[in-house]
């Protein structure tokens, strides 16, 4: 079983910043995938970025140039560094986590205010 445990969202103006965190804990494996969906009100849940263990990288075209995701694999931790946010990025911001199976973090709520 894998655990994660999101950080990091808020209410932020449009043009802002956040940085969202996410650490899995539990029985993590060397290789794997982390990343980041969302789910905004009425929505179904989309993809924001991921990032596999070796560093290769994969974002939605939405977020492209304004998002950027990171990890620290010896803390088994994801971020997802957020700059120029819009009200369209308003959503909850899921963590996941795969090696096999798939796991899905609480959800972190972003609001961005017009």
């Known amino acids: 079983q894998v655990q994660l445990m999101e950080s990091g969202g808020g209410l932020v103006q449009t043009g802002g910043s956040l940085r969202l965190t996410c650490a899995a804990s539990g029985s993590i494996g060397s290789i794997n995938i982390m990343g980041w969906y969302r789910q905004a009100p009425g929505k179904q849940r989309e993809f924001v970025a991921v990032?596999?263990?070796?560093?290769?990288?994969h974002y939605a075209d939405s977020v492209k140039g304004r998002f950027t995701i990171s990890r620290d694999n010896t803390k088994s931790t994801v971020y997802l560094q957020m700059n120029s946010l819009r009200p369209e990025d308003t959503a909850v911001y899921y963590c996941?986590?795969?090696?096999?199976?798939?796991?899905w973090g609480q959800g972190t709520l972003v609001t961005v205010s017009s």
């Open positions: 996941n986590y795969v090696k096999i199976n798939s796991y």
């Open positions: 990032m596999h263990s070796s560093g290769t990288t």
